[in-house]
DNA sequence: CAAGAGTGTCTAAAAATCATACACTATCGG
DNA sequence: CCGATAGTGTATGATTTTTAGACACTCTTG
């Protein structure tokens, strides 16, 4: 069941830290807690991590979680493959959106249910490891930008970048 | 000024919808309103649309918005690039967020700001518009997936469905 | 009607991809 | 330490895809 690997947990409360530990424990096969997000980075360089759980409220109030979004950019930035699941009060609902506009893969509100919670970390994971061939993402690609120029096969071939022979050939399958 | 074509405002309160027509009327060249959302699809299948404002709250409370839920999905359906944006009562911002997983492209509470409104509905337009090369959606997918693979390139070509040489050949460029 | 834009198709040349192969390195269990 | 396994980097020739260029056709529009 602990086939999750790593989770990084990121909490200024020590308390939520131990019940992260305690709750996660069973799910991942490895709970790393942090409760300051300096060494975030450090600690993703060190340490392969599979997902990140992110609280938003350090600072208490004095900057409306703009703090947390400054971390969510620097992991995003560095490891664009690793997702990261926001916490924030619900209140704050607006900077958890923030957050999900500035590519966090989902948000929970505190005070949180630990099923929701796995459930969350869980599909966030998952999501992040689905690979699609490549072949595929051309094919969706192709078929958004025709559908886009409304039909106009020329113009889809010049916006891509190819000839519209080509595009012909890959429309055909 | 007048360049960002045609919006589709579906609501139940025609006086939103009489707000809606002088507020958008400046900015885009037709605005057509809907009291209720079962013309949708019908016209967005006679008229091009270029973006849709949806409010949820149809049926007042009926279902919590189930209804404007399922409206969005048919959009999205039938027209993926279509950007839709969603209106909702600050209380529900929830149900804003279970909408942007749906597919929409952004959401604005209500009561609104016109500036803002009008910024959200520009940038989902802009954004629906943006046409990336064929050859760039490849080559940020290969990045991708080689990262996912933690740099194993027999592994990381073979879920991309292509060589290993070949994607030396991808990489390199 | 004439011009312009788009379509559907063809050819031969150029480029990309494939299967296969070989030498090399690193890791791991016996 | 040795052999097995997995991965890397590179090469070759055959095959497939893409390209440039061209031609005939349809539509729309001034």
Same mark, same amino acid.
């Given at each position: 069941?602990?086939?999750?690997?790593?989770?990084?947990?990121? $909490? !200024?409360?020590?308390?939520?830290?131990?019940?992260?530990?305690?709750?996660?424990?069973? *799910?991942?096969?490895?709970?790393?807690?942090?409760?300051?997000?300096?060494?975030?980075?450090?600690?993703?360089?060190?340490?392969?991590?599979?997902? *990140?759980?992110?609280?938003?409220?350090?600072?208490?109030?004095?900057?409306?979680?703009?703090?947390?979004?400054?971390?969510?950019?620097?992991?995003?930035?560095?490891? +664009?493959?690793? +997702?990261?699941?926001? *916490?924030?009060?619900?209140? !704050?609902?607006?900077?958890?959106?923030?957050?999900?506009? !500035?590519?966090?893969? $989902?948000?929970?509100?505190? +005070?949180?249910?630990?099923?929701?919670?796995?459930?969350?970390?869980?599909?966030?994971? $998952?999501?992040?490891?689905?690979?699609? +061939?490549?072949?595929?993402?051309?094919?969706?690609? *192709?078929?958004?930008?025709?559908?886009?120029?409304?039909?106009?096969?020329?113009?889809?071939?010049?916006?891509?970048?190819?000839?519209?022979?080509?595009?012909?050939?890959?429309?055909?399958?």
């Amino acid at each position: 069941m602990k086939d999750y690997g790593t989770i990084l947990v990121v $909490d !200024d409360n020590p308390a939520i830290l131990t019940a992260a530990r305690i709750c996660l424990g069973g *799910v991942f096969g490895k709970v790393i807690t942090l409760a300051s997000p300096e060494g975030i980075l450090a600690t993703m360089n060190q340490e392969r991590v599979d997902v *990140v759980l992110l609280d938003m409220n350090f600072t208490l109030g004095v900057n409306s979680g703009q703090d947390g979004l400054l971390w969510l950019r620097s992991i995003h930035k560095r490891h +664009p493959d690793v +997702p990261v699941v926001l *916490v924030t009060a619900y209140a !704050d609902i607006k900077l958890a959106v923030r957050g999900l506009k !500035d590519g966090a893969a $989902d948000f929970v509100t505190k +005070p949180w249910d630990n099923a929701e919670l796995v459930r969350t970390l869980k599909d966030a994971i $998952d999501k992040s490891k689905e690979i699609v +061939p490549l072949e595929e993402v051309e094919a969706e690609h *192709v078929r958004r930008v025709v559908e886009k120029c409304h039909g106009n096969i020329s113009k889809a071939a010049e916006m891509l970048g190819i000839t519209r022979q080509t595009l012909y050939a890959k429309i055909k399958k």
